[in-house]
């Protein structure tokens, strides 16, 4: 007696992962993308040429929701032939093209505007502006962007000492050191415990890898300060 055909995903699951791989590969052009617009912006640049970086973005957007689509279609029609177990092997392909237009016929604009990185991008971009940009002379904002500087705090609450590569979360809005909660978040995860916002007088009692973001405008100012501190001492 036979138990049905017996069915091999192998290949199928390899082309998905191929297809994920290319999700990676996406989400590094937008970061290319965000950091290309951000030095536009610090460097003084066209706004139109800002403007092509952000038509970019939602290009990336695009083709970021499509592979998603893509992928969660085969996926579950994968899942629906497991758990069903027909006698006769459908046609997988029709089956998934099917589910992948459902999808694609529900989509809208709006979706693109809440991509993860769309909306990293847009947030990045505003705060390099307000940094860069207005009605002030070129004179009058390097002298806010040095106040700025000394009222804000590099320092990592966690290291004490000036932060790299800071992260901010996304949750009360703090500023780490990525390695330094990364490594907080992994060894009160090994405990099954969770991680209390390390700035001193925070409420939030359960930071989250997801929850953070790179801060790369902090880093700009960081590294910038870092750069005039060495360019005092060669004089």
Sequence with gaps: MSDGPRISFNAIDSALSSLKNCQTF?????DVTTQVALDLV??????EEVNNMEKVMLEYATMDRKLNNYIKAFEETIHQVKREKPENLPDLENLAREKFLEMESMNSDSDLQQNEKYMYFKDQLKEMKKQYHGTDTIEQIDEDIAVTRSQMNFICPITQVTMKRPVRNKVCGHIYEEDAILEMIQTQKQKKKKVRCPKMGCSHVDVKGSDLVQDEILK????????QSWSTLDT
Aim: charged share 40%; proline share 0%.
């Design 26 to 30: 996406i989400k590094s052009g937008m």
């Design 42 to 47: 610090e460097s003084f640049n066209d706004e």
């Design 220 to 227: 700009r100012m960081i590294d910038t300060q870092k750069k």
